[in-house]
């Protein structure tokens, strides 16, 4: 388990409840990233809002309403969180889309709901009783026997998708879709194709969002960097160009972030 969800994702982590993620289990870790689970309690009549730059995956996620499937955003978002409640979720990989039998472009900035009652209810009386001295790990080792006896094994196309989007995750130097094309010795047409089918998104929109999260990060995490020296190390044309794409993006610009983060 890792007690820290990755920041890449939250825009204002500080602001964000009480959360957890755990990685999975060999038997399923062609399909999902990483478990997340978060527990809040927030005050009557208020409301906290978490502002999001998700990753553009999709998310199985269990609460005490039901199960949703949450499709891959096309910018930033935000969730509202009130009362007391929790959610247990899954970042699924994009071969898990293939399994699921669902278009992830469908789902794009959709959540809806999901028909899993032995999922919700397995979940639900976990979180309900007081005797788990890990409730974390108990919903998590619930939740992957679900996954592994409901999802079909990983297809060669699948575990492709997966290197795709593992690709543009860790390698900072691909800013254009033709070097992603060259990573994994693939056409350009084709690294299109994988993209759009797996992960609802062009290669060029994932590349960007990965870029954009990680210029988030710096600004947020690094004060003394100048946004220039960001800009060029993450292979923007010039701080001008990171300022556009923040702007379209976000809404506002690197600077306001920067004060607003801090």
């Not at 007391?84 to 990989?93: C, G, K, P, Y």
Request: contains cysteine; charged residues 15%; hydrophobic residues 40%.
């Amino acid at each position: 388990m890792d007690s820290a969800p990755d920041p890449h994702g939250i825009l204002y982590p500080a602001r964000l409840p009480s959360i957890e993620r755990h990685f999975p289990g060999t038997h399923v870790k062609d399909l999902v990233s990483w478990f997340w689970l978060v527990d809040w309690d927030i005050l009557p009549g208020r409301t906290s809002r978490q502002d999001l730059l998700p990753f553009p995956q999709m998310n199985l996620v269990v609460q005490p309403e039901g199960v949703t499937l949450s499709g891959p955003a096309s910018g930033a978002s935000h969730r509202d969180l009130s009362g007391t409640s929790w959610a247990v979720a899954a970042l699924l990989l994009p071969a898990a889309a293939q399994g699921l039998s669902v278009d992830p472009s469908q789902l794009l900035d959709q959540e809806v709901w999901f028909d899993a009652p032995q999922l919700l209810s397995a979940i639900s009386k976990i979180k309900t009783e007081s005797n788990h001295q890990s409730p974390g790990t108990a919903c998590v080792k619930v939740f992957s026997s679900w996954i592994s006896a409901t999802l079909p094994s990983t297809t060669s196309a699948g575990h492709q998708a997966n290197e795709l989007l593992d690709a543009v995750a860790t390698d900072r130097g691909i800013v254009k879709v033709s070097q992603l094309a060259q990573r994994l010795t693939l056409s350009t047409r084709s690294v299109q194709r994988i993209s759009e089918r797996h992960l609802g998104m062009s290669p060029l929109a994932l590349i960007r969002r990965y870029r954009l999260q990680e210029a988030a990060y710096w600004l947020r995490e690094d004060p003394a960097a100048s946004i220039a020296g960001i800009a060029a190390t993450l292979g923007y044309t010039d701080q001008a160009h990171l300022a556009a794409d923040f702007q379209k993006v976000l809404g506002y610009s690197p600077s306001a972030y920067r004060k607003g983060s801090g």
